[in-house]
């Protein structure tokens, strides 16, 4: 004859994982349980749905448009880059002071004949430049944020007309295209 044994360990229930979200209240019942004393629905808090698929990494971390509102007045300012840019491309200056300012476009053709126009002037090759001057400019706007100027500049006995297109970018004006005679 054998002797029964008891045990003391009871049987297990085996549950499922949960789900990597809680489960969804139904909108019908949460509202109705948990509105206030006026009758308005309580804050119910999800995960946000933002879907970034179709989104590039330059269209969210990229250059921004800015409205004119938000941007200084481009006569006063294309008047000044205008001189520096002239300054940069005669040897004067270095091409690093307009690069916050311009696109990589315009910023190559202006250090280019910058570089061209210094190693002239170390050669002996041409006079010492002058200092550019501006003397007129007129500004057109022909869309929100975008400013297109027309520019008379002065070095010395020779007169120059350039033209440049702005537009306004993370808060500040920036020459997007640029065309001297």
Known sequence: MS???TSHLRSVNVIPAPGPRPPAIPLGEA???SADHVGHPAY????LAVDLAHASDEQLFGPQ???RADLPEPGQWVTQIAQAI???MSGLRPAAQ???WTTPQVYAVIARRGALAARRRASGTRATAQRARVISVRVCEPADGVAECAVVV???VRVRAMAARLAGQDGRWRVEALQIG
């Open 3 to 5: 002797p029964t044994v």
């Open 31 to 33: 509202l109705r349980r």
């Open 44 to 47: 119910v808090q999800d995960a």
């Open 65 to 67: 448009r800015t409205a």
């Open 86 to 88: 002239v300054e940069v």
């Open 98 to 100: 307009v690069v916050r």
């Open 154 to 156: 002065s070095e010395g």
